[in-house]
């Protein structure tokens, strides 16, 4: 596994006597990344955020580090320029004007070669790359035509802007085709995947289903997963110190430095244009103007660390905030009360625990912010479900966090009533809040970030039995639509895997689950199935009710109708010349056998051992291209598909649902060929994978016995409805 960042997990420490070395660096990505490195024999790229310097690769504790050069005039040009006074402004929305300079984008494009360069050179066969954040949007692409034998992955840590927005930037389908070169990509908020997704409609017009990306390569289509990942903390560690008693002390003592205020106010951002500093500054001035809130009752501290000061834009927003600051201080301060305490500088962990620990309001004002984790630092470190959080609707966490008081921050009278609103709340109402506050952060910590992408890239994770909540929500989405559809494949989905497939058979309380849904109104339940129709009836034994989808969809039957299928003349004789070809095969392979289908053969290898197998589907794969060369080939478990008419479960599916008028779907299976069934679905449809493997489904379940749960928590659910 490697990892590509702007900077590496590792900083230089250079001190004044001239000694200098190397310590980690504080921050959830690398609290989240750093023990699945150390699993994965992993190694980190990036930069070591000293100028014209280069350093050799090493290991720290238990991971590759290899640093990437960066020069003096890269770093005003590519880092300063083009990531940070282009990309940055127009991922927020223009919030302060982008600059446009063909000189910073030939360094943004020089250095992402040297990152993707580096990746590629120390990679394994097969790895797995994942790609951090707006500063490397390049490198996917560059990696595949370097190295496509590797796993790409790509997440954007930032916004990613409405279509009018980014169509603005002079190389946006550069950008786009770079994004694209990746098997998965991230996104915070689910806008911001569809933001990119219309991106990609409009300049290039590729088709978008669902969270599927269909990327033309040659005669083929590469399939691409943009969807999103939000981000989170490491919740735990940020718990456990807030409980440290010498961190409770230490926010007894804030408080009682600033004059033990009934009120303690709270920002902690970077000090940039984005995070509403101004307007929160402005409404609190307001309110001590109003005598909405006194100095004695009430105090803002604002931490806003050092950010980007060599950029003229940030240097212009620090003195317009001090001045701002200063006139407030002027204005309302007591000497005993100071309205405002600033404060420019970083802290340590511990520091800003007890920060949150004082702070009776949270203000996180964001004009725009990709997630925001100081929020959820905040929520994480009052374990005595206290405090309130006024949270910005323009920030990601405000997906998540809904019991925060959300604000629009360009509304400053909305904001001062909200922030009067979370200065007055009874302390019955804060906790409520603060409770559902805390099991959102606590379920879905970093780890659990990392893992769901990682997940969704790999397809390599343990699985839990029974349905995860997240499911179960969606279960209960679905169970509320006007007209449903559960689309099911069966062999390892409703039955388990068997030796003689005339011996599968569902499950009881699947098919009872099944029944029960078909009771419900609007409700139609299909078998999507790579057998022969004769074949899927007689293992299924379907209720009257249930459609049927046979040969990936070649076959067809509706409700109480049977299935039919006219072949051609020509189809005919292939399928007559393709019978010789497997014949043969298997009769050099004891063990396989051929499976016969209305409009093709399988060639079924379960029995022999891997690398038997491997030999038996490689003879028939050489034979049939050689001799039948158009005729489409499906890969599965232990099995090789021909079919002389081309159809696949995606298809099915989009015939089922034009058939039964459905307003959602939701479809499951656990082979690789109802991946076409699941890149079919529609925004609002639901895709569950049984079992392990890279997969476009959002959900996932162990096996069999964790399907016949989900139905019947479906079919409960639907009745209720």
Same mark, same amino acid.
């Given at each position: 596994m490697v990892i590509v960042s702007n900077r590496l997990p590792v900083d230089y420490d250079e001190q004044p006597d001239g000694s200098a070395g190397w310590k980690t660096s504080p921050g959830g990505l690398v609290t989240a990344l750093e023990p699945i490195m150390r699993a994965a024999d992993g190694a980190w790229v990036g930069w070591a955020g000293v100028a014209d310097r280069e350093f050799a690769p090493f290991e720290n504790d238990g991971i590759s580090i290899i640093p990437v050069p960066l020069g003096e005039d890269e770093i005003q040009e590519y880092y300063e320029g083009f990531s940070n006074d282009t990309l940055w402004p127009l991922y927020h929305d223009v919030i302060a004007p982008p600059t446009y300079h063909r000189e910073w984008w030939d360094a943004y494009v020089r250095v992402n070669r040297r990152f993707a360069e580096a990746a590629a050179r120390a990679a394994d066969e097969g790895a797995t790359v994942w790609v951090q954040d707006y500063q490397l949007q390049l490198v996917p692409k560059m990696l595949r035509e370097a190295r496509p034998d590797l $796993?790409?992955?790509?997440?954007?840590?930032?916004?990613?802007? *409405?279509?009018?927005?980014? &169509?603005?930037?002079?190389? %946006? %389908?550069? $950008?786009?085709?770079?994004l694209l070169g990746a098997d998965v990509i991230g996104f915070q908020r689910q806008a911001d995947a569809g933001n990119f997704q219309r991106a990609v409609r409009r300049l290039y017009g590729y088709t978008t289903r669902g969270a599927v990306v269909e990327v033309p390569e040659g005669d083929d289509v590469r399939r691409v997963i943009a969807r999103h990942f939000p981000i989170s903390i490491d919740a735990d560690g940020f718990e456990q110190l807030a409980r440290r008693p010498d961190v409770q002390a230490r926010a007894k003592e804030i408080r009682e430095g600033l004059g033990n205020p009934k009120t303690v106010m709270l920002g902690v951002d970077r000090l940039d244009y984005t995070k509403g500093i101004r307007h929160r500054l402005k409404a609190f001035g307001e309110l001590l103007r109003d005598g909405r809130l006194s100095v004695s009752d009430a105090s803002l501290v604002q931490v806003a660390s050092p950010s980007r000061e060599r950029v003229e834009t940030y240097r212009q927003l620090r003195d317009e905030i001090e001045l701002t600051v200063g006139r407030l201080n002027g204005d309302y301060s007591t000497i005993s009360h100071q309205a405002i305490a600033y404060l420019h500088h970083g802290y340590p962990r511990e520091e800003m625990a007890a920060l949150y620990l004082a702070a009776d309001v949270m203000l996180v004002t964001a004009l725009r912010d990709g997630m925001n984790l100081? *929020?959820?630092e905040y929520v994480a470190s009052r374990f005595d479900e206290d405090g309130v959080l006024v949270l910005s609707e323009f920030a990601g966490a405000a997906d998540e966090l809904r019991q925060s008081v959300l604000v629009n921050p360009h509304d400053i009278e909305g904001l001062k009533d909200a922030m009067v609103k979370a200065a007055e709340m009874p302390r019955k109402d804060r906790a409520k809040r603060m409770r559902a506050l805390r099991r959102r952060v606590r379920d879905y910590d970093v780890a659990r970030w990392s893992a769901d992408f990682l997940e969704t890239l790999t397809g390599n994770a343990t699985i839990r039995p029974g349905v995860r909540d997240d499911l179960g929500r969606a279960l209960a989405r679905l169970a509320a639509t006007e007209r449903l559809l559960v689309a099911l494949d069966f062999d390892g989905t409703l039955a388990p895997h068997v030796d003689v497939p005339d011996d599968a058979r569902a499950s009881d309380g699947a098919k009872r689950s099944i029944d029960r849904l078909l009771e419900s109104k609007d409700t139609a339940v299909a078998f999507v199935s790579g057998r022969a129709i004769d074949s899927l009836r007689h293992v299924s034994d379907p209720h009257d009710d249930v459609l049927l989808a046979g040969s990936h969809g070649v076959e067809l039957q509706f409700a109480g109708g049977e299935g039919a299928l006219d072949l051609h003349e020509s189809e005919i004789a292939d399928l007559h010349a393709l019978a010789t070809i497997l014949?043969? $095969? $298997? *009769? &050099?392979?004891?063990?396989?056998w051929v499976e016969r289908k209305p409009a093709g053969l399988a060639l079924h290898t379960r029995k022999l051992s891997a690398s038997a197998g491997e030999k038996a589907q490689r003879a028939a794969r050489t034979r049939v291209k050689q001799e039948l060369p158009e005729l489409t080939l499906r890969d599965g478990k232990n099995v090789l598909e021909f079919a002389v008419r081309s159809s696949t479960k995606g298809d099915a599916i989009a015939r089922l649902r034009q058939h039964t008028g459905a307003t959602a779907v939701l479809y499951v299976g656990d082979d690789v060929t109802d991946e076409d069934g699941f890149a079919a679905l529609e925004p609002g449809d639901v895709g569950v994978k049984v079992g392990q493997g890279r997969t476009f489904a959002r959900y996932r379940v162990r096996g069999t016995d964790d399907v016949d749960r989900l139905l019947e928590m479906l079919a409960e659910l639907r009745a209720a409805r």
């Open positions: $796993v790409i992955g790509f997440f954007n840590h930032i916004p990613f802007p *409405a279509y009018g927005i980014y &169509s603005q930037l002079p190389w %946006r %389908r550069q $950008v786009i085709e770079g100081v *929020a959820k014949d043969e $095969v $298997v *009769a &050099s392979a004891p063990g396989a």
